[in-house]
C-alpha cells in the first residue's frame, strides 16, 4: 500500500489543487447566488486557508492534523479532520 499514491500526488501536487480551488471561487463569484454567500468576493486570506487544508487533508497526513485548521471546527463531534473530510 505504500506505493500507492495520494489524491494529492495523484492530482500533481499542490500547484494545480490551487489552481482547481481558484477557478471554483472565480466560479462561486460569478454566480449570483453562491457570491452573496461570499458578499461577491472570495477572500485572498479565505482561499489561501481552504488551499491549505485540502492540500493537508489530501496528503493524507493522517498522524498530524492539517496546521491551518482548528480540528473541532473540521469536526466539532470528535475533534477528527479525517472523518470531516471524508463527510464533507
Given at each position: 500500500m505504500a506505493d500507492t499514491p495520494t489524491i494529492f500526488e495523484w492530482a500533481g501536487g499542490?500547484?494545480?489543487?490551487?489552481?482547481?480551488?481558484?477557478?471554483?471561487?472565480?466560479?462561486?463569484?460569478?454566480?449570483?447566488?453562491?457570491?452573496?454567500?461570499?458578499?461577491?468576493?472570495?477572500?485572498?486570506?479565505?482561499?489561501?486557508?481552504?488551499?491549505?487544508?485540502?492540500?493537508e487533508v489530501m496528503a493524507d497526513r493522517p498522524s498530524t492534523p492539517p496546521t491551518t485548521a482548528d480540528t473541532r471546527t473540521c469536526c466539532p463531534s470528535t475533534g477528527d479532520w479525517r472523518s470531516a473530510a471524508r463527510s464533507g
Open positions: 499542490r500547484e494545480p489543487m490551487v489552481r482547481w480551488l481558484e477557478t471554483f471561487y472565480d466560479a462561486v463569484e460569478r454566480d449570483d447566488l453562491l457570491g452573496s454567500v461570499f458578499g461577491g468576493t472570495v477572500s485572498r486570506e479565505h482561499r489561501d486557508h481552504v488551499a491549505d487544508w485540502w492540500c
